[in-house]
């Protein structure tokens, strides 16, 4: 099953991690950097066990390539220093993938390049515009209406100012998950989903799996 060949990739993954205290570190740095590494990839082993068991089907059969490749790539980003957060958020990713028959290495790294890197404000603006969306079936009317609304739920909910939501969704513009709707006379701009957000949100519940590192 999918579950024990990622876990198992993930033990081999941790047993092979070791930093010589040569070079340009001294042997006590080495082996600080060292129990670093180590505590962040136990870290995300513990968070990708806890999102795949959320699941209740996993692949019976998966590649053990694609499923290496995928498992290098989310301990990367726990080695580079992802939050936990946006760690979870992948760990979900796989474990979505799984659920949907579909482990494929450059899916996953798609979305890894784009989770990795994601601040907490953004995910907070991703998970209430994917909330709305969803809700409207991904069939947004092009106007300065949706945005409103999400921008509201911001300020309920994370308790958002208009600058820190707008500023927010502008860096989301880099990712592709969120379009710019431009020359509104009451408003100026907004932001709307794009298909590449209700894509992952097939995958993930971005605002329950958000929340879980709250």
């Known amino acids: 099953m999918a579950l024990e060949i990622i876990t198992a990739l993930v033990s081999d993954y941790l047993s092979s991690k070791a930093i010589a205290g040569a ?37 019976e059969e998966v590649s053990e390539d694609e499923a290496a490749a995928i498992i290098f790539r989310y301990m990367r980003a726990a080695e580079e220093g992802a939050a936990r957060r946006n760690l979870r958020l ?36 991703l998970a209430v515009v994917h909330k709305h969306a969803e809700a409207l079936n991904y069939t947004v009317e092009r106007s300065g209406t949706f945005w409103g ?31 710019l709707l431009g020359g509104l006379a009451d408003m100026g701009h907004a932001y709307l989903p794009s298909k590449r957000l209700s894509q992952l949100g097939k995958l993930i519940d971005i605002e329950g799996v958000s929340a879980r590192d709250r």
Do not use: N
């Open 23 to 59: 070079g340009t570190f001294s042997v006590a740095g080495g082996m600080v950097l060292q129990r670093l590494l180590r505590k962040r990839a136990e870290t995300a082993r513990e968070i990708l066990i806890e999102e795949l068991r959320q699941g209740d089907r996993f692949l």
């Open 90 to 125: 992948l760990a979900a990713v796989i474990a979505g993938q799984a659920a949907e028959e579909s482990l494929y290495a450059d899916e996953f790294l798609m979305w890894a390049d784009i989770i990795a890197s994601l601040r907490s404000d953004e995910i907070a603006v």
């Open 149 to 179: 609304e999400c921008m509201e739920t911001l300020r309920k909910e994370h308790d958002f100012e208009l600058y820190r939501s707008d500023g927010a969704a502008a860096s989301l513009l880099r990712t592709g998950l969120i379009q």
